[in-house]
């Protein structure tokens, strides 16, 4: 079972607040995303980085922040909610070589996100 | 780049048959892998199944089979014997290499399937 975690699991904040959500492995991998997911829809990439102090932007443009100063932590930061940023919020980590399955990204389990 | 298509929204299928999940895939790139994962309503994300391209057999994990059809592009997930416990939302995804001008190694993911299964 892959020991990615994240918390808080869900949040309900008002609108303007700064939020961050916390995510951690402790599997020593490399290689760690955020995803982005409204309900009932497909992940998009927003956040990804290739180790410590290395984080890029992904595909969907997102007003949130990331940091990676230590290789098993990797936070997204909203400094500003809105009821747009409403949505679950994927964390997930790969090793630089996972066997048979390259790329296979281990998930946490997700941090669910209401902003009023 | 490169795109999955899964032209499922959502199934219902009886208990105790097996079930295909469509799932079509487009990139240039002739060195990629394909994934499934499930997402129960509980939100996780739980891999269930790989194959490579150039993998020349097509990957079996205990009741789930992918259908690799690489001229086809189509990499579809068959269960069979489905239970109650298979009534999730199901991903398909694709990893290419990033290229030298940017593009990040994670996974793309179709739209899903919401499968449902019925006793």
């Known amino acids: 079972e892959a020991d990615i975690y994240q918390t808080p699991r869900y949040l309900v904040i008002g609108t303007g607040k700064k939020i961050t959500l916390e995510c951690s492995q402790t599997?020593?991998?490399?290689?760690m995303y955020w995803y982005q997911q409204d309900p009932g829809m497909e992940l998009h990439l927003i956040h990804y980085?290739?180790?410590?102090?290395?984080?890029e932007k992904g595909d969907l443009s997102s007003e949130s922040t990331v940091s990676r100063i230590r290789t098993e932590h990797f936070p997204l930061t909203l400094e500003s909610a809105r009821p747009s940023h409403t949505s679950q919020y994927l964390c997930?980590?790969?090793?630089?070589?996972?066997?048979?399955?390259?790329?296979?990204?281990?998930f946490g389990e997700g941090s669910r996100l209401t902003v009023l | 780049a490169q795109k999955i298509t899964q032209t499922q929204p959502g199934m219902f299928v009886q208990e105790k048959e097996a079930v295909t999940l469509d799932c079509t895939y487009d990139?240039?790139?002739?060195?990629?892998?394909l994934f499934w994962y499930k997402q129960p309503s509980s939100g996780e994300m739980i891999f269930l199944i790989y194959?490579?391209?150039?993998?020349?057999q097509n990957a079996t994990e205990g009741r789930y089979s992918l259908n690799f059809q690489k001229a086809r592009k189509s990499a579809n997930l068959v269960i069979s014997a489905s239970q109650l416990g298979d009534s999730a939302m199901y991903f398909c995804?694709?990893?290419?290499?990033?290229?030298?001008?940017?593009?990040?190694?994670?996974?793309?993911f179709g739209k899903g399937t919401h499968l449902i299964i019925q006793p």
């Open positions: 194959q490579g391209s150039y993998d020349q």
């Open positions: 980085s290739y180790g410590v102090n290395s984080t």
């Open positions: 990139t240039s790139d002739p060195s990629y892998g």
């Open positions: 997930a980590s790969s090793p630089q070589s996972s066997g048979r399955a390259v790329g296979e990204l281990f």
């Open positions: 599997m020593g991998h490399d290689k």
């Open positions: 995804a694709m990893r290419v290499r990033p290229y030298s001008g940017g593009g990040a190694d994670g996974l793309t």
